[in-house]
T-cell receptor, first 113, second 112 residues
Framework: KAGVTQTPRYLIKTRGQQVTLSCSPI?????VSWYQQTPGQGLQFLFE???????NKGNFPGRFSGRQFSNSRSEMNVSTLELGDSALYLC????????????FGPGTRLLVL | GENVEQHPSTLSVQEGDSAVIKCTYS??????FPWYKQELGKGPQLIID?????GEKKDQRIAVTLNKTAKHFSLHITETQPEDSAVYFC???????????FGKGTTLSVSS
């Protein structure tokens, strides 16, 4: 069974731009969570989607948003990029929100200049 | 707020030795505790997890122990190998059961 896939793997943007990252969960998994990983803050929860609905949200500004499609694929968007948004963005999938076993993708490394 | 502390931040062992990483959590309602291994350039890989109704779980050279009273859990790796070198993260499910709270990570180096 294929794992979680994320595209693109690397991105370079400039301040003020926006970016969209994509995640395809493991086949059969319907819950997708997004995390931001930085050297200073570590792994921090952004939000979780299930059945095309955001179920939970972490403590991030409204510039961070996401959505989920009917095939469970998910996208996250960051608008008005700031230097501090440079990070590894990780997507994790699980069978459902009740099943907390999460499997991570390889991440998208975003560099904001 | 909810917090997971992880120690040590770095750990160096000789091949064949055992390695122990410890985590403490703040929320007594947490009931799920996974451990992840992250290699350079890769996403975290789930290596073992434990739920609050179990005190210990083993999978070959890896074991996790949980002490709910003390609110701490530990990862034990026996007979370490160079390929065990990576960053290890512990996590605990938050009180609402909606998100994992991660420790800051332990960089394990196994020298041959």
């Amino acid at each position: 069974k294929a794992g979680v896939t994320q595209t693109p793997r690397y991105l370079i943007k400039t301040r003020g731009q926006q970016v969209t990252l994509s995640c395809s969960p493991i086949s059969g998994h319907r819950s997708v969570s997004w995390y931001q990983q930085t050297p200073g803050q570590g792994l921090q929860f952004l939000f979780e989607y299930f059945s095309e609905t955001q179920r939970n949200k972490g403590n991030f500004p409204g510039r961070f948003s996401g959505r989920q499609f009917s095939n469970s694929r998910s996208e996250m968007n960051v608008s008005t990029l700031e230097l501090g948004d440079s990070a590894l963005y990780l997507c994790a999938s699980s069978f459902s929100p009740e099943v907390k076993t999460q499997y991570f993708g390889p991440g998208t490394r975003l560099l904001v200049l | 707020g909810e917090n997971v502390e992880q120690h040590p931040s770095t750990l160096s062992v000789q091949e064949g030795d055992s390695a122990v990483i410890k985590c403490t959590y703040s929320d007594s309602a947490s009931n799920y505790f996974p451990w992840y291994k992250q290699e350079l350039g890769k996403g975290p890989q789930l290596i073992i997890d434990i739920r609050s109704n179990v005190g210990e779980k083993k999978d070959q050279r890896i074991a996790v122990t949980l002490n709910k009273t003390a609110k701490h859990f530990s990862l034990h790796i026996t007979e370490t190998q160079p390929e065990d070198s990576a960053v290890y993260f512990c996590a605990a499910l938050n009180q609402a059961g909606t998100a994992l709270i991660f420790g800051k990570g332990t960089t394990l180096s196994v020298s041959s």
